[in-house]
């Protein structure tokens, strides 16, 4: 028993791990990665040695782990990140007109295009719009080099506009789990570091930069209207029901911009670059 | 022979210690700061769909019990530090205090809202992330046949545990956002002028029935 000793500890000692490795995982639907990192960050990793510097390739980019806790390297003494605003005034003063064109106008006639259509028609309607948009989630997904985003593009409008009726249903997303896409020019231009420039807020159409409207050009040769010849006169009034009906399902986000921001047209503009910067990172 | 035994046991007991005292936290510190967010968050929905809870002249009550979990798991003082950022050095204590006062209120009412509207969603918690003492959960939740919305909390460790300082919604980052409009309001007007703005915004949100 005495010379047995050692190994019986060691054996309970792997038990032990054993058991609380199981314990620890079995509960959340994807297993945590590994927990405690002792690993230094990459960027305290690099140090590199003068000598052989030029040899050396430029760092990798931020990891995802890292790229979520920059923020912290912000406190008290970082900088700010400052977007490009030089038409503030002009831009704070259609921020007034559009608020007073979404409480007065819009809003009242998306709660009343809630109360007469139900919420899985709503559903269609969105469907259908993201389905005939995808040529340019497609060109996007080119652009971008993404090849599993262009598959599951073609997948996706093969899938829905055939067996989901003309797009009006999401199979795709449903039934075969190809998850949706959200793709335009302006993210591809933004994937490729082609600065934002200076923000602007269009009336009606909202927030958006110079680079966005750049990318709005080529997009007009990809939409429904272009390919298939519709006139001016329906594909607005096409455009004014999308719009519409994706207000619908935002009106919650509207009023608690209302109730929290302590500067509404800063919180706007913000909530877009940082939307904007997760989109191209997706 | 006695002398070579006890040189014998003394390393494997040692190793056999070390892995036995070592190993255990290290499994279990992960799901521990995930555990931590899952009862905060399980605690408001348990409050939620309470019967006695749902009552219309119970809902104040309600919004301050909700209140009051929230203040267990988000450091008020670490949130705020980050939302004023560079002004944050600037500020004398006693403006420290009423900021992270204010900005608290504004805090506990905004995410106590947001939790308010919450019916039959299903909560997922994946990810989690830990460096140093930062860490990051991710959550996802799941309404009906709705896209599924991504949460992710960002906490610190303190003291006594790990504290939520953020949330980011579709990568959208709370106390980034609350940051870009505290630093516009202390550069155009001051300080001062920003907790008076703060202060207003909690008043009309006490005096709003939501």
Redesign the interface.
């Known amino acids: 028993m005495k010379k047995k000793?050692?190994?019986l500890?060691?054996f309970?000692?792997?038990v032990?791990?054993l058991a609380?490795?199981k314990?620890?995982?079995s509960?959340?639907?994807?297993p945590?990665?590994?927990?405690?990192?002792t690993k230094p960050?990459k960027a305290e990793e690099i140090k590199p040695d003068i000598s052989i510097e030029l040899t050396l390739k430029a760092p990798p980019p931020l990891s995802d782990?890292e790229d979520?806790?920059e923020?912290?390297q912000?406190?008290?003494?970082?900088?700010?990140?400052e977007y490009s605003d030089p038409i503030e005034p002009f831009n704070r003063f259609m921020w007034k007109i559009n608020e007073y064109f979404y409480d007065y106008a819009m809003e009242p006639v998306a709660r009343g295009y809630i109360k007469i259509t139900p919420e899985g028609f709503r559903?269609i309607v969105v469907n259908f719009f993201r389905n005939i948009s995808s040529p340019i989630f497609l060109v996007s997904s080119i652009l971008q080099g993404d090849k599993e985003k262009v598959d599951r593009t073609i997948g996706r409008f093969v899938i829905n506009t055939t067996i989901g009726i003309g797009g009006l249903f999401d199979p795709a997303s449903?039934r075969y789990n190809l998850k949706?896409i959200n793709e335009d020019i302006d993210q591809a231009l933004g994937y490729h570091k082609i600065p934002n420039g200076p923000f602007l807020m269009l009336p009606i159409l909202g927030p958006i930069t110079l680079r966005g409207v750049v990318a709005k050009i080529p997009q007009i040769f990809l939409g429904p209207e272009f390919i298939f010849g519709i006139g001016i006169i329906p594909a607005i009034a096409a455009r004014g029901v999308e719009t519409v009906n994706e207000f619908s399902f935002r009106l919650?986000a509207k009023e608690?911009l209302d109730?929290?921001?302590?500067?509404p047209y800063?919180?706007v503009?913000?909530?877009y670059f940082?939307?904007q910067?997760?989109?191209i990172?997706e | 022979m006695k002398i070579s035994k006890k040189l014998?046991?003394k390393p494997?007991?040692l190793?056999?210690?070390f892995?036995?005292l070592f190993?255990?936290p290290?499994?279990?510190?992960?799901?521990e700061i995930?555990d931590g967010v899952k009862k905060t968050i399980d605690a408001m929905i348990e409050v939620l769909r309470a019967e006695e809870w749902k009552k219309e002249d119970k809902k104040a009550e309600r919004r301050e019990l909700l209140k009051e979990i929230i203040a267990k798991k988000f450091s008020y003082y670490e949130m705020s530090?980050?939302a004023l950022?560079?002004h944050?050095?600037d500020r004398t204590p006693e403006e420290k205090k009423e900021f992270i006062e204010t900005f608290g209120k504004?805090l506990e009412?905004?995410y106590a809202?947001?939790i308010e509207?919450f019916t039959d969603e299903k909560i997922?918690?994946?990810?989690?992330?830990?460096?140093k003492n930062?860490a990051?959960v991710k959550t996802i939740i799941e309404k009906n046949?709705d896209?599924p919305i991504l949460v992710?909390y960002?906490l610190v460790r303190t003291e006594n545990d790990w504290m939520i300082y953020?949330f980011?919604v579709?990568?959208?980052?709370l106390?980034?956002?609350?940051?870009?409009?505290?630093?516009?309001?202390i550069h155009q007007s001051s300080f001062q002028e920003?907790i008076i703005?703060?202060k207003k915004?909690v008043d009309?949100?006490s005096d709003?029935k939501f």
Do not use: C
Not at chain 1, 27 to 30: D, G, H, I, R
Not at chain 2, 26 to 31: E, H, L, P, T, V
Not at chain 2, 175 to 185: E, L, M, T, V
């Open positions: 000793y050692p190994f500890v060691f309970i000692a792997v032990f791990i609380f490795a314990t620890g995982f509960e959340y639907p994807w945590p990665e590994s927990s405690k990192s960050a782990f979520e806790f923020d912290f912000g406190i008290e003494g970082g900088e700010d990140v559903k449903n949706k919650d608690d109730s929290f921001a302590i500067d800063t919180s503009k913000d909530f940082q939307h910067k997760t989109l990172k | 014998y046991k494997f007991a190793f056999a210690g892995v036995f190993s255990a290290a499994f279990s510190y992960g799901s995930t530090r980050r950022a560079k944050w050095k504004l009412s905004s809202k947001k509207s997922h918690y994946g990810e989690e992330k830990v460096r930062v990051l046949s896209d992710n960002k953020d980011v579709e990568g959208v980052s106390i980034k956002n609350y940051r870009a409009q505290f630093n516009r309001i920003l703005k703060m915004k009309n949100l709003k």
